[in-house]
């Protein structure tokens, strides 16, 4: 039965559709509590009193917590793949320090939302304030050299200044990306219930385990006396790929009060302490022959990250090897300010690095007069040159050439300003999208039911992107069994772990243990076969059976056999194995792995005030084995519209005065809605890849960001003659005298 390539529809559509799908807040419990967090509302300094007295005389409260009276928690040692290496996470409600603008400073709980909100809202708190430190560009700021990853902060291949002052041709030019939020329409939330010394968590979290592991360090607790159950998520895009304060919170009230508690966060609440993307500043410099052959390249690029942290990001990564160049230099540095730790955002650093790379080159193009597609199709690399491997893949020319057909690139014109569609100024934009091929450890149990069906287990999360659906084809095709005949479970830290739900290595890694997984299982049922002295197939070698679809039979007699209902009959009990997948060491040093895709973009623009809009968006991507292209489809045209959002609306805006955001809400927080979204398309070129994994697959979530931004601005430059550098891209920006 071959399930993998085919566009099913989820799985999981109808307990959405229908309401049936339970999200972490709605796991209320007995007896349960209510908490909401008091944020701090200066940007830096001490708190200097609570006037909390009349606050805890309030109807419905049962507790005030603050530093004065919050339990002293261990915090011992803990980082997960996640977590910033350097620097230490935010101990909260541990001391009467603030660090930035709405950090937690003190929980109420009460017997219901309403009460909890009103005490909240009449707590009186003095703070001895500091000014913060809060704009990257303010003066004071030094950027320093992180601690983590010093061997990526500065890379370098020949003598690229000396190659780029000494070409005939030359860009050297500073691009800017501000702070985003992410915004997911879930907030995030947690409900805590203790039962002795062990703590049940239904916490909204695209990382179980870690979230796990890091409770647990928290509170001084075994690993296993914490369970994490999270079976949806209603959108994340990174924002819950690290455990949070409110975690930590809901699970520290709970335990003071004696009762369950529920802490959801309010949307305002999402810009101060769930992290955003970094703040960026880059400069590109490149030189080039006049025939458009690089001969230089410069990219250094600062990101902002928080005192107590150093967030680092893929920032400048995506340059090393993009395009072929002998001589090339990167710098990355972190400016520290008076603010929350950034964290992993939909295409972290690639998204932002490849904004400022694919603008310069844009910009090269129209200096060499020269077609932007072909100059990257005559700097296209034979191998990754910062690594000196071969790619295990790379179909970015074949992207370009189906993205580019399907477009009608060859009906632009290329002069600036030159198409029109009535009196509105047309432009075309081409951008490459790139990122890595990650692969993680994984764990994978699969059990084979008396009624023959299987269920199949791991800790993973489904944020959206169909991992219910997908993960189910994978399991249904290398069992051979129909689709409704299998249920993959996830959501849940007792179960195998897995990665994190987060940069584009599920499928890659929990696809692979599900598949070791299931071989595992026919082994174990063969074995009973063979075992079994009542069996047809008892004594018989392994080597003279096989499975066809559900059924074991010896081979060539595929008439006669044994399913995986009277297999499991005969044993007395279900079939129960595990497996495991993991990268050979030995393959990854071998070869350079990553998805690539190239997207074209068509905006169409106002002269007289400066309106933008995007018409359409084209992207095709060479991503591997495709297991559902409806899934796919649709994480590309998501993608998508997050870097319409990037490139045109997206900026969280701090006051310097005290690094409150002046923006925290979804009125002056501008996304795309429906009126904004052009018409997409996504395709995928006919790519095989069997070094990166066994089932073959490429990362796909994060791609369709990363070279969506770029594409508009380049559209918009087209359009316009008036090249904007920094995003998201204004009405002001546009407007000519």
């Given at each position: ?194 039962d002795g010394d062990r703590l049940t968590l239904w916490s909204k979290s695209q990382y179980l385990v870690n979230e796990q592991a890091e409770i647990a360090a928290v509170f001084g607790l075994p690993t296993e006396n914490v369970e994490v159950v999270c079976p949806f998520i209603g959108g994340a895009f990174g924002s819950s790929l690290r455990t949070w304060p409110h975690v930590t919170l809901a699970a520290l009230a709970a335990r ?108 090269l193009s129209y200096k060499l007069g020269m077609n932007p597609v072909e100059l990257r199709r005559r700097n296209e690399p034979r191998l990754d040159e910062a690594e000196g491997k071969p790619f295990s893949s790379r179909s970015l020319i074949q992207c370009y050439d189906m993205a580019g057909e399907r477009f009608g690139w060859s009906r632009r014109t290329p002069e600036p300003r030159s198409m029109r569609d009535g009196r509105l ?71 195998p772990q897995t990665p994190s739900h987060g940069g584009s290595w599920t499928m890659a890694s929990v696809g692979s243990a599900i598949r070791v997984a299931c071989a595992e299982a026919q082994a174990q049922a063969a074995r009973l076969a063979v075992s079994d002295n009542g069996s047809p197939f008892f004594e018989a070698s392994a080597d003279d059976l096989e499975w066809v679809e559900d059924r074991l039979v010896r081979r060539g ?181």
């Open positions: 039965m071959n399930w993998i390539g085919k566009p099913l529809t989820r799985v999981d559509g109808r307990a959405k559709v229908t309401g049936a799908a339970r999200y972490a807040a709605d796991f209320n419990q007995p007896g349960q509590l209510y908490a909401v967090i008091v944020s701090a509302t200066v940007g830096l300094g001490r708190i200097k009193e609570i006037e909390s007295g009349e606050v805890e005389r309030m109807p419905g409260v049962v507790a005030l917590i603050t530093h004065r009276n919050a339990e002293k928690l261990p915090y011992l040692p803990h980082k997960g793949v996640i977590d910033p290496a350097a620097g230490e996470r935010l101990h909260v409600l541990q001391d009467e320090e603030v660090h930035f603008y709405g950090q937690p400073v003190a929980i109420v709980v009460a017997d219901s939302l309403d009460h909890a909100e009103r005490a909240a809202a009449a707590l009186r708190i003095t703070y001895a304030a500091r000014q913060p430190l809060v704009d990257l560009s303010d003066e004071e700021v030094q950027p320093i050299v992180p601690d983590a990853g010093r061997t990526l902060a500065d890379r370098a291949r020949g003598d690229a200044d000396a190659a780029v002052a000494g070409a005939p041709v030359r860009i050297d030019e500073v691009y800017e990306i501000a702070r985003e939020n992410h915004n997911p329409m879930e907030p995030h939330a947690t409900i805590a219930a203790w003071q009060v004696g009762r369950p508690v529920k802490l959801a966060l309010t949307r305002k609440q999402m810009f101060f302490t769930t992290g955003h993307r970094p703040r960026t500043h880059q400069r590109i410099a490149l030189g080039a022959t006049e025939d458009g052959k690089l001969q230089g390249i410069i990219h250094e690029g600062t990101g902002e990250t928080s005192r107590y942290e150093q967030f680092i990001e893929a920032l400048t990564a995506v340059t090393d090897y993009l395009y072929s160049c002998p001589n090339v230099r990167t710098r990355y540095r972190l400016a520290q300010l008076d603010t929350g730790t950034p964290n992993h955002m939909r295409g972290p650093g690639e998204a932002s690095g490849i904004f400022a790379l694919e603008s310069a080159l844009d910009e100024l047309i432009g075309m934009g081409a951008a490459t999208a790139t990122y890595p091929a990650f692969h993680a450890p994984a764990r994978a149990r699969v059990r084979l039911l008396p009624d023959g069906s299987a269920e199949v287990e791991a800790a993973a999360s489904d944020m959206g992107p169909g991992t219910y659906t997908s993960m189910t084809q994978v399991a249904a095709e290398f069992l051979g069994l129909p689709l409704d005949r299998v249920r993959f479970r996830l959501g849940k830290s007792v179960y007699e595929a008439a006669q056999g044994l399913s995986y209902r009277e297999l499991v009959a005969r044993s007395g009990a279900p079939v129960e194995a595990e497996g495991s997948a993991q990268r050979d060491p030995e393959v990854a040093e071998k070869y350079s792995m990553h998805s690539f895709g190239a997207v074209f973009a068509e905006v169409a623009i106002d002269p007289d005030v400066g309106t933008i809009r995007v018409r359409r968006l084209v992207g095709a991507y060479g991503i591997g084995r495709v297991v559902n292209p409806l899934l796919a489809r649709s994480q590309c045209t998501g993608g998508m519209i997050g870097g319409i959002g990037m490139a045109l609306m997206e900026r969280t805006v701090l006051d310097r005065r005290d690094g409150r955001p002046v923006n925290a809400h979804m009125a002056d927080y501008l996304m795309p809605v429906n009126l904004d979204i052009p018409r997409l398309e996504a395709y995928f070129v006919d790519e095989v890849d069997p070094v990166v994994n066994p089932l073959g697959v490429k990362g796909l979530g994060e791609i369709a960001l990363v070279g969506t931004a770029p594409a508009i601005a380049n559209a918009v430059f087209h359009a316009t003659g008036k090249r904007v550098r920094a995003l998201p891209i204004h009405i002001e920006d546009v407007l000519t005298a």
